[in-house]
């Protein structure tokens, strides 16, 4: 496709869903179906139900069941089997930035670099502008993850021409750049940057966890006649804090698990947990990892496995407190037939299962004594015995063992042993509560609430500061699961794109100082206020106070709607609706 061709987007609407679907098509063919492999994918469909070919400026739709062809334009749609396709031109039929519809292709995408590309050619498209990249913070310096010019060509050289006061500034601050005109101003007028792309606008805008800058947007333009403003940089900070999740996955790639959001985070502590896997994960040692419910210890795990020599081999797990006490012997030494009643034939337990390979023992505190002493048998003599049998085998297995108890107190009660405590922690990984990884809380519920938005073929949702206090304030007895579990809940429940504090569901809990916003009161008055007229129903006067209320935070804003909604953790929507 040429430069110049416009830049479609199909929109999926389905009967049985209120939630259509929007992709950008940025490839010649596109498969729609609900199989897992398909590039749409829609529950409701046939695993293969139609493939889209693009055709310049229309697309050719061929419903693979009937092999029936529809030619459809944009500004065009037709209805198959109660799904309805329609075509749209962005570049035509967005307004200035259209946010929405680029976070609604960030949710289509399946990998981190690939949701940043689909954010810088989002804006590209939209803004008109000639350039663009996505840049990453990595310890003192960064890298450029995304360079591309308006017609989807690589930018040559970017790394050099970047790296330049404007970056440096943005990533330096963590506050946005915007110049209108950068022959007028003194300071980037001769950077890198602008003199190689001949810009005459830029902007460019930090990606946050909390306090930490994690990278950058850049964008340039040409034409000073079209500069680049304000509003497109508070729109701009929309997008790129809906992708500061995805960025922090690029960040913490070295962990080759942390694909599914639980080894991400930028808290200190997590960048020790993924420092300890690249250093510990090749070895053979045995490594104890401790940690609450909920915290990702699996996940470390087969972090763990993933980065071994041993990783062409299935990972074998066992969770201990999951399988009576009667049973756990024969589950995992394995037996031979007629070895009890109901043996009816040769069994391998799950340490021979894991021969060659890694054991993963979950919540080994569980365990009781007299398995205990067998499995501290398996680790000295490297060979298990199969109940029933008199003849040993040898194995080589690679112990992994997960608990949330202190074992050091199970050892002193007399719960625990103490031998084999000690060849299980040649190495302990300790995994840190959600609640102490700060941050890290508003920046996994962005990942989460991705993940759910593109699983379950929802619209994007912007989180509202008021839904990341009350994030903040809970305890999350359950973790990093419980907050997945909410994230998911939320992203079904929420009726609006703005995500607020009431849609996390986590009501009766303790609500931030951040989600309230005083009443400003005269100066000096010390007295209650005007109770009004005394004999109206109550609810015309709860109706008046909540107008009164909601106006004068209205105020207290300067005029800011979207700020005050956000102070009072509700939509810009029901704002209008409180001050009717």
């Given at each position: 496709?040429?430069?110049?061709?416009?830049?479609?987007?199909?929109?999926?609407?389905?009967?049985?869903?209120?939630?259509?679907?929007?992709?950008?098509?940025?490839?010649?063919?596109?498969?729609?179906?609900?199989?897992?492999?398909?590039?749409?994918?829609?529950?409701?469909?046939?695993?293969?139900?139609?493939?889209?070919?693009?055709?310049?400026?229309?697309?050719?739709?061929?419903?693979?069941?009937?092999?029936?062809?529809?030619?459809?334009?944009?500004?065009?749609?037709?209805?198959?089997?109660?799904?309805?396709?329609?075509?749209?031109?962005?570049?035509?039929?967005?307004?200035?930035?259209?946010?929405?519809?680029?976070?609604?292709?960030?949710?289509?995408?399946?990998?981190?670099?690939?949701?940043?590309?689909?954010?810088?050619?989002?804006?590209?498209?939209?803004?008109?502008?000639?350039?663009?990249?996505?840049?990453?913070?990595?310890?003192?310096?960064?890298?450029?993850?995304?360079?591309?010019?308006?017609?989807?060509?690589?930018?040559?050289?970017?790394?050099?021409?970047?790296?330049?006061?404007?970056?440096?500034?943005?990533?330096?601050?963590?506050?946005?750049?915007?110049?209108?005109?950068?022959?007028?101003?003194?300071?980037?007028?001769?950077?890198?940057?602008?003199?190689?792309?001949?810009?005459?606008?830029?902007?460019?805008?930090?990606?946050?966890?909390?306090?930490?800058?994690?990278?950058?947007?850049?964008?340039?333009?040409?034409?000073?006649?079209?500069?680049?403003?304000?509003?497109?940089?508070?729109?701009?900070?929309?997008?790129?804090?809906?992708?500061?999740?995805?960025?922090?996955?690029?960040?913490?790639?070295?962990?080759?698990?942390?694909?599914?959001?639980?080894?991400?985070?930028?808290?200190?502590?997590?960048?020790?947990?993924?420092?300890?896997?690249?250093?510990?994960?090749?070895?053979?040692?045995?490594?104890?990892?401790?940690?609450?419910?909920?915290?990702?210890?699996?996940?470390?795990?087969?972090?763990?496995?993933?980065?071994?020599?041993?990783?062409?081999?299935?990972?074998?797990?066992?969770?201990?407190?999951?399988?009576?006490?009667?049973?756990?012997?024969?589950?995992?030494?394995?037996?031979?037939?007629?070895?009890?009643?109901?043996?009816?034939?040769?069994?391998?337990?799950?340490?021979?299962?894991?021969?060659?390979?890694?054991?993963?023992?979950?919540?080994?505190?569980?365990?009781?004594?007299?398995?205990?002493?067998?499995?501290?048998?398996?680790?000295?003599?490297?060979?298990?015995?199969?109940?029933?049998?008199?003849?040993?085998?040898?194995?080589?297995?690679?112990?992994?063992?997960?608990?949330?108890?202190?074992?050091?107190?199970?050892?002193?009660?007399?719960?625990?042993?103490?031998?084999?405590?000690?060849?299980?922690?040649?190495?302990?990984?300790?995994?840190?509560?959600?609640?102490?990884?700060?941050?890290?809380?508003?920046?996994?519920?962005?990942?989460?609430?991705?993940?759910?938005?593109?699983?379950?073929s929802l619209p994007p949702h912007a989180l509202f500061r008021s839904?990341?206090?009350?994030?903040?304030?809970?305890?999350?007895?359950?973790?990093?699961?419980?907050?997945?579990?909410?994230?998911?809940?939320?992203?079904?429940?929420?009726?609006?794109?703005?995500?607020?504090?009431?849609?996390?569901?986590?009501?009766?809990?303790?609500?931030?100082?951040?989600?309230?916003?005083?009443?400003?009161?005269?100066?000096?008055?010390?007295?209650?206020?005007?109770?009004?007229?005394?004999?109206?129903?109550?609810?015309?006067?709860?109706?008046?106070?909540?107008?009164?209320?909601?106006?004068?935070?209205?105020?207290?804003?300067?005029?800011?709607?979207?700020?005050?909604?956000?102070?009072?953790?509700?939509?810009?929507?029901?704002l209008y609706r409180y001050l009717e």
């Open positions: 496709m040429s430069s110049d061709s416009p830049e479609l987007e199909l929109v999926v609407s389905q009967a049985a869903s209120t939630v259509p679907v929007r992709v950008v098509l940025r490839k010649l063919l596109t498969t729609l179906g609900s199989a897992a492999d398909a590039d749409v994918v829609l529950p409701l469909l046939a695993p293969r139900w139609a493939v889209l070919q693009r055709r310049d400026d229309a697309v050719l739709v061929r419903l693979i069941e009937t092999g029936a062809e529809h030619a459809l334009a944009a500004g065009q749609h037709f209805e198959a089997g109660g799904v309805s396709l329609a075509l749209v031109d962005r570049r035509a039929a967005y307004g200035p930035l259209g946010a929405a519809e680029i976070a609604s292709a960030l949710t289509s995408a399946s990998a981190p670099d690939e949701a940043l590309r689909a954010v810088v050619d989002g804006v590209i498209g939209s803004l008109g502008a000639d350039s663009g990249a996505a840049i990453v913070a990595e310890g003192m310096g960064y890298r450029v993850a995304v360079a591309v010019d308006a017609g989807g060509g690589p930018l040559p050289n970017a790394d050099e021409f970047l790296s330049d006061t404007v970056v440096r500034d943005v990533l330096g601050s963590g506050a946005p750049v915007c110049v209108g005109d950068v022959a007028g101003d003194s300071r980037y007028a001769a950077v890198p940057s602008v003199v190689s792309l001949s810009l005459q606008s830029v902007l460019c805008v930090p990606m946050l966890a909390g306090d930490r800058v994690l990278g950058a947007l850049f964008f340039g333009r040409r034409d000073l006649a079209r500069p680049f403003s304000s509003e497109h940089a508070r729109e701009l900070a929309v997008l790129a804090s809906m992708a500061v999740p995805l960025l922090a996955r690029l960040r913490a790639a070295s962990a080759p698990s942390a694909t599914d959001g639980l080894l991400v985070g930028e808290d200190a502590s997590m960048g020790e947990v993924r420092r300890l896997i690249d250093r510990v994960g090749p070895s053979t040692l045995s490594v104890l990892i401790t940690g609450e419910t909920g915290t990702g210890k699996e996940v470390v795990a087969r972090a763990l496995h993933a980065a071994s020599p041993r990783a062409d081999h299935r990972l074998v797990a066992l969770n201990c407190a999951a399988v009576p006490p009667t049973l756990l012997e024969a589950e995992l030494f394995g037996y031979a037939k007629g070895a009890f009643t109901g043996a009816i034939a040769d069994r391998a337990g799950r340490i021979e299962a894991a021969n060659g390979s890694t054991l993963l023992l979950d919540e080994i505190g569980d365990m009781p004594l007299a398995m205990q002493a067998a499995l501290l048998r398996v680790l000295q003599e490297r060979e298990v015995l199969r109940l029933g049998e008199i003849r040993p085998r040898p194995v080589d297995v690679r112990l992994m063992a997960a608990t949330h108890r202190d074992l050091d107190a199970e050892v002193a009660v007399g719960r625990f042993r103490g031998d084999l405590l000690f060849r299980l922690r040649e190495v302990t990984i300790d995994l840190p509560s959600l609640r102490e990884r700060g941050d890290d809380v508003a920046l996994l519920a962005r990942l989460f609430l991705h993940q759910a938005e593109r699983e379950l839904a990341e206090n009350r994030l903040r304030a809970h305890a999350w007895p359950g973790n990093v699961r419980e907050l997945r579990a909410v994230m998911r809940r939320a992203a079904v429940m929420c009726d609006g794109a703005e995500l607020t504090a009431a849609d996390l569901g986590l009501a009766g809990r303790p609500v931030p100082a951040g989600d309230v916003v005083d009443m400003p009161a005269a100066a000096g008055a010390t007295a209650a206020p005007p109770l009004g007229d005394l004999e109206r129903p109550l609810a015309d006067a709860r109706d008046d106070y909540i107008r009164r209320y909601v106006s004068a935070v209205l105020d207290s804003c300067g005029g800011d709607r979207a700020r005050a909604a956000d102070n009072l953790g509700i939509s810009v929507r029901s």
